[in-house]
């Protein structure tokens, strides 16, 4: 059920960029940011984005809790910790090696990684 609740909740976050934006703030910014592009679906007439908004709306209504955004968001913390060292031990093995092509590649996706960690704490920290 949780996963369901997950899968749900990133589905939506995936396309509505509006309402991805709004996850910093919570179920209620979500839900005030569907709301406010419900509107906006109304004036212009938009049948088809008009019933996804709502059924979005209506997926955070019953699932969204701020709980489990912050669970989903440590969530997302362990695994770029997990994918940060994998990407250590790349660059480790490519440095044994001493391939300087690899050295660069993995030095680079090493620092992507780190990136996106840092990415994660920082919505978390919100």
């Known amino acids: 059920m949780i996963n369901r609740v997950k899968a749900v909740l990133v589905a939506t976050s995936l396309l509505l960029p509006g309402v991805a934006v709004a996850a910093d703030g919570g179920c209620a910014a979500k839900r005030l940011t569907l709301e406010r592009q419900i509107a906006q679906a109304q004036a212009q007439g938009d049948a088809g984005r008009l019933a996804g908004l709502r059924r979005a709306l209506d997926a955070v209504q ?65």
């Open 62 to 126: 019953a699932h969204c809790t701020d709980t489990g955004l912050r669970q989903q968001r440590l969530e997302v913390i362990q695994a770029r910790s997990r994918e940060v060292a994998e990407r250590e031990r790349d660059l480790r093995d490519a440095q044994a090696k001493g391939d300087a092509d690899k050295i660069r590649v993995r030095s680079r996706k090493l620092a992507e990684a780190r990136r996106e960690l840092e990415e994660a704490r920082a919505k978390a920290s919100r």
